[in-house]
């Protein structure tokens, strides 16, 4: 490469490092957001701090709720994730989905306009949780359930705080 | 040397092909993840994609996935015409009926493949336009990796190796024991945090010439194997393989 072409990379490169420190804008129009696979910022791992943990329980007819438990289990490794991996993906795409409750929960409207419950976000987590319960446990009438979204504990001996409790919900 | 125009393309049309055959396929086999009963349920999503009720509700969208298969395979198999653009089309369907993006990056980087090979195929009469069109997919990749060393570079827990210990710690990716042990060290945790951040600010530098692409290029695919095996992006891999023929060929012709 001549050295007007290495003083032009050079020069791109700056910019693009400049734009880089800036801090992060969300695309907050709906309509935008739908298609913002179209607007990437290639910010992989900028972003430290950890999802929250979702935790359910749930509780059968007139009887109180058991203890929480997590919804999302860790995904597994294995040798063939390269070409197949649809499990690790969809719990990568699950953990996107409690980020997103989050998103829009930090930027939830407290005039009372809507509720949180009504968020296309809380539903998608609802239906998270409601389809992991179903897949899990035996069909019943009566079941209640509740989640909530808590932080994760930064060591063995603190307690996760919680970021939002659910309404109860039928299973 | 770097390859010539025509098979810089044909190998950026068999590695998106084969990254969509991929992806569609792990769709498939989370098929009721999107189904009436399931997280992605159209019951919920309607409230936002009413309008696009035709071809985002379950089975509809189940269409859109087999036709996305389809033209995939035939790309593969070497059949241009409308498949690029039915391609273009129907991926961006797949992302908004998940709101936006399934898999975050990589739908993105997809993306970005698509739409330079969308305007090489219409473009095929004028090479500028061809030229023009891989030149944007590979501005883009050096891009990705450049912008996401630089925002690394600027936060004190990536230099001090603390951020990449956390991630790799973290139960949301399940990274394999023996990783997050040899990233319980600081040492360890700082020296793997630098090579990744270095190697992601240098990798703008495989302009200088195919030979250095070629370099930067190996060393992209262990990276992003590395990826696969502690995070599990897989589908990574393969779109930004997709991007590397377009590296390689403007590196020849830069130099």
């Given amino acids: ?21 800036l801090p992060r804008v969300e695309v907050q129009h709906p309509a935008i957001a739908l298609v913002r696979v179209l607007i990437p ?32 289990p860790p995904p597994r490794r294995a040798l063939r994730d390269l070409l197949w991996n649809p499990g690790g993906n969809l719990a990568l795409a699950c953990n996107a989905l409690v980020d997103h409750l989050v998103s829009d929960l930090a930027d939830f409207d407290e005039s009372g306009a809507i509720r949180a419950e009504e968020l296309v976000s809380y539903q998608l987590v609802l ?41 109860e919900h039928g299973l | 040397m770097s390859p010539p125009l025509g098979l810089a393309l044909r190998w950026m049309e068999c590695i998106i092909a084969v990254a969509i055959i991929q992806g569609t396929l792990e769709l498939f086999a989370i098929r009721t993840t999107f189904a009436d009963d399931g997280i992605w349920r159209w019951s919920t999503l309607r409230r936002e994609l009413r309008w696009l009720q035709p071809v985002l509700a379950y089975r509809a969208f189940l269409g859109v996935l087999l036709v996305r298969l389809l033209a995939a395979s035939l790309l593969l198999s070497g059949v241009r015409g409308a498949t690029v653009p039915i391609l273009w089309v129907a991926t961006l369907f797949v992302n908004v009926r998940f709101l936006g993006t399934f898999n975050g990056g990589s739908d993105s980087m997809t993306m970005v493949v698509l739409s330079g090979l969308v305007v090489a195929h219409v473009g ?14 590979a501005v883009q990749s050096l891009m990705s990796y450049f912008i996401a060393g630089c925002v690394k570079l600027k936060n004190r827990e990536w230099r001090q190796g603390t951020a990449l210990r956390s991630f790799v710690a973290s139960p949301q990716f399940g990274a394999p024991e023996f990783v997050r042990q ?15 951040m270095l190697f992601e600010c240098t990798v703008p530098l495989a302009l200088a010439g195919p030979t250095t692409a070629l370099v930067i290029i190996s060393v992209a695919s262990v990276f992003h194997l590395g990826n696969v095996a502690v995070f599990g992006l897989n589908r990574f891999f393969f779109a930004w393989g997709a ?5 390689w060929y403007m590196s020849g012709q830069l130099e």
């Fill in chain 1, 1 to 21: 490469m001549s050295a007007s072409g290495i003083g032009v990379l050079a020069i791109l490169a700056l910019v693009l490092a400049v734009v880089a420190m």
């Fill in chain 1, 41 to 72: 910022s290639w910010r992989f791992f900028d972003d430290i701090s950890e999802s929250p943990l979702l935790l359910a329980r749930v509780a059968t007819l007139g009887a109180p709720f058991g203890p929480w438990f997590p919804v999302l």
């Fill in chain 1, 127 to 167: 239906n998270l949780v409601r389809s992991t319960l179903a897949a899990r446990s035996q069909p019943a009438t009566g079941i209640r359930l509740q989640f909530k979204l808590a932080e994760r504990a930064s060591t063995t001996t603190s307690t996760p705080s919680d970021v939002m409790i659910s309404l």
């Fill in chain 2, 124 to 137: 095929a009469p004028w090479p500028l336009l061809v030229q023009s069109a891989l030149l944007y997919v």
């Fill in chain 2, 182 to 196: 040899r990233l319980a060290s600081t040492a360890m945790a700082r020296t793997a945090s630098w090579c990744v």
């Fill in chain 2, 243 to 247: 991007t590397w023929p377009a590296i």
